[in-house]
């Protein structure tokens, strides 16, 4: 058969009768096979390829450079990476996969529950039935790991408390139990609060009675954080005002980042140069002149490195970020004639880089520069250029006809009949499955309401698909 079909598709079809329809069916079913197993190596290479950090040289994933350089879509470039990477866990369904016996649409869905200890089962299971028994399996599995998430979650709700009494020496006491995501906020408050008032001391000096240990400084900082709530000091001032960023650069770092200058945030952690020459790109900025001995002479008054209606302008004509195959939308606004060097604070010398990529060019090693026409053209640090868009690989010969020779070598007996379900057309038990396949690796546990007690684990000649007609998925 595997001859046959080399010399159907290995020249450009002809004029004939056509070719009876079974005939014809087994084709599409072995080549089928023959793509499966070409599916599982282009895995086993994108999970190599990840690990190894192929990805890294100026793409934010792996997805993103199989966007830009295969032309799969984000989402499909996101899922290819998921399942290689599980895949890399789970021999025995990889296994399967590579003798064309699973397609890519069962390993989707299977990866998203099997185990170690569970994909055995899955497997049978998968051999057994359609795509869309799998995936209808796999649906519900998951629902029923949501439904147990939120009953934890509604529990945990349910058992929330603060507790307050006041002791025998008048000490108010509090005792609480919060959800992860409060506690998480609670403590974070605690800590920013604490910091704040044993901010001046944190340098090794003691107290004049003891040192102050971490316990009462959160006790400390929860009195700040009540008195600054109740005063309303927890919302002074706009949001861009409460969490800005202030670096105090020279103006010579932002001219030049290897002259020798001061590029520091305002708690005196020193920036590097180049940094404060990203953050500045679109940032307000305050000039202030100094004195020789450091005092200030002047403060000028604040002012966007990009104005508003140039942003907009900007955001309307590149619309996402600008390097290739990206194309998020929260961006910065880049000079690529940096303004601290004469470069000009208009559009054709602005461009839109998401926070990734903008650090990239500044910091990365990237290059951009805008050409004539507008288009900006990107290059690695070693002046290769990044196209917008790679040129599609030539083939030598036929694709399909490379395929079935490396089967052959690798020894993968490949036919019509490979990826063929055992499934006898009947319907099938979905309740009784998933509770099966879940048993696997935990206790054993009574029989509820009509779900049979000492469950077997599926095989491939236990799954008999019988059940209530309704049940049946179209495929």
């Known amino acids: 058969m595997s001859r046959q079909l080399e010399q159907t598709h290995s020249h450009d079809p002809v004029e004939g009768p056509p070719k009876p329809l079974e005939r014809l069916g087994d084709e599409i079913a072995e080549l089928s096979a023959h793509i499966n197993a070409a599916t599982y190596r282009l895995l086993t290479l994108i999970r190599e390829f990840d690990q190894r950090g192929g990805w890294g040289d100026g793409f934010s994933s792996c997805a993103h450079w199989l966007n830009w350089r295969t032309g799969l879509n984000k989402g499909a470039a996101r899922e290819k990476v998921r399942v290689a990477r599980a895949l890399g866990e789970l021999p025995v369904i990889g296994e399967a996969m590579r003798k064309g016996e699973l397609s890519y649409s069962k390993v989707r869905a299977l990866t998203r529950v099997a185990t170690a200890e569970n994909e055995q089962e899955l497997l049978n299971f998968a051999r057994a039935g359609t795509a869309s028994h799998v995936e209808t399996l796999v649906r519900a599995w998951r629902r029923v790991d949501r439904q147990e998430e939120l009953e934890e979650a509604d529990k945990r709700h349910q058992h929330r408390y603060v507790r307050a009494y006041t002791d025998e020496d008048g000490m108010l006491v509090l005792r609480a139990r ?76 932002l001219e030049d980042p290897d002259q020798p200058s001061q590029s520091v945030l305002e708690d005196g952690i020193r920036v590097s140069a180049e940094t404060s020459r990203r953050l500045a790109c679109d940032a307000a900025k305050v000039v202030m002149t100094h004195s020789p001995d450091g005092s200030v002479l002047d403060v000028g008054r604040k002012t966007r490195s990009v104005p508003p209606a140039l942003r907009r302008a900007l955001t309307h004509r590149d619309r996402s970020c600008r390097f290739p195959g990206c194309g998020l939308k929260f961006c910065d606004a880049h000079h690529i004639e940096h303004w601290a060097e004469g470069g000009r604070t208009k559009l054709d010398n602005l461009l839109l880089l998401c926070r990734f990529h903008h650090r990239l060019v500044h910091e990365g090693g990237i290059r951009v520069k805008m050409l004539p026409d507008g288009a900006p053209r990107f290059s690695r640090a070693d002046g290769r250029p990044i196209p917008l868009a790679p040129r599609p690989p030539v083939l030598a010969q036929d694709p399909l006809v490379v395929f079935e020779q490396r089967h052959r070598e690798e020894g993968l007996e490949i036919d019509a009949e490979t990826g063929f379900p055992s499934w006898d057309g009947g319907s099938w038990d979905l309740n009784w499955g998933l509770y099966c396949l879940r048993s696997i690796g935990r206790p054993k546990e009574r029989s509820r309401g009509n779900v049979r007690s000492n469950p077997q684990p599926l095989g491939s000649t236990q799954l008999q698909l019988t059940g209530s007609a309704g049940n049946d998925p179209q495929y």
Do not use: C, W
């Open 178 to 253: 919060l959800e992860p995501e409060v506690g998480a906020v609670v403590m974070r408050a605690l800590e920013a609060a604490a910091d704040r008032l044993y901010r001046e001391t944190e340098d090794g000096e003691k107290t004049e009675e003891k040192e102050i240990s971490g316990e009462q400084k959160r006790a400390d900082g929860l009195g700040l954080v009540a008195e600054s709530a109740l005063k309303g000091e927890l919302d002074n001032g706009t949001r861009g005002d409460r969490f800005q960023v202030v670096v105090h650069v020279d103006a010579e770092a």
